[in-house]
């Protein structure tokens, strides 16, 4: 469900399951995580890619496909210590971890944590008809998957908080004015192709460099960030508001939410 190739120094890392929109199941999580191990360890990596296959880049994860299994929960958000990245945080946080510039090439839905895997890439260039939504609210979570960290780099805190908090979808062109994407075209494969014939034409190193300074420079309270999500989205898992606020979302109407615990 995930495919890796290499093209002249180039990794091209496809979520590759188009019939349900490259929705996330778990096993896409494990392979994702592998893939990104691998290239850390691949000198011969220059730039990474990532897309979707078919239409769209990912339409967020796969809720009854993670959900059939409950260990499958307890995988994606098991970590040793509070401030460690758990399986979920690893695959958006990971692009970072790459030495390599890494683009984020987006067609039709980029929703959820397809959302938050594309906030992990360095650049996300994006067709003009994508559109854009973190979703985790319509079902009483909250983003628990590390696009926190880099998010307070790309977006005023205000709109942060908005557009996690209406779940609904933005445009490409209301992406680019809040700051989540770094360019918008007709052709996302030409315009792919001519970042990378500019970045490669930069040395490795000096690639490398710019990218951990820069990096520093928005550097951020990683592990508390990393903590508060998990610890946060463990509560509301255990809420009754969230199971109220999941069958609103499948369109129950008559929905009163408890009072709130204490935060």
């Given at each position: ?6 093209q ?5 890392v496809?979520l ?25 360890k ?10 979707g296959?078919?239409d ?14 409950p ?11 509070p ?13 970072q971890?790459?030495?390599?510039p ?17 906030l992990?890439?360095d650049?996300?260039?994006v ?8 979703m985790?609210a ?11 960290v ?8 205000d ?6 908090s ?6 490409a ?18 315009a ?7 970045l ?31 610890f946060?989205?463990?509560r509301?898992?255990?809420?009754p508001?969230?199971k109220k ?9 008559d ?5 709130p615990?204490?935060?």
């Open positions: 469900m995930i495919k890796l190739e290499k002249q120094g180039i990794a091209i496809t590759s399951r188009a019939q349900k929109q490259n929705a996330l199941s778990f096993a896409m999580f494990v392979e994702l995580n592998k893939i990104i191990k691998k290239l850390k691949d000198r011969s990596i220059r730039a990474v890619v990532l897309k296959d078919g769209h880049f990912c339409a967020g994860l796969d809720i009854a496909a993670v959900m059939a299994s260990l499958n929960i307890i995988k994606l958000l098991f970590k040793w210590l401030g460690n990245k758990n399986l979920a945080q690893r695959v958006v946080l990971g692009w971890s790459l030495s390599v890494v683009i984020a090439q987006i067609n039709g839905n980029c929703l959820g944590g397809g959302l938050q895997i594309a992990g890439a650049y996300r260039i067709h003009h008809d994508a559109q854009f939504a973190i985790e319509r079902w009483g979570l909250c983003p628990d998957m590390g696009a926190n880099v998010m307070s780099g790309l977006v005023k805190r709109q942060a908080l908005w557009l996690a209406h779940a609904d979808p933005i445009s062109l209301q992406a680019k004015e809040l700051g989540l994407v770094t360019q918008v075209t007709d052709d996302t494969e030409a792919t192709q001519k970042m990378l014939e500019i490669l034409a930069r040395s490795p190193d000096t690639l490398a460099a710019i990218k951990r300074v820069t990096q520093q420079s928005y550097k951020t309270q990683q592990r508390n960030i990393l903590a508060k999500e998990t946060s989205q463990i509301l898992l255990l809420s508001n969230t606020a999941i069958a609103k979302a499948k369109g129950k109407t929905i009163h939410y408890a009072n615990k204490r935060w």
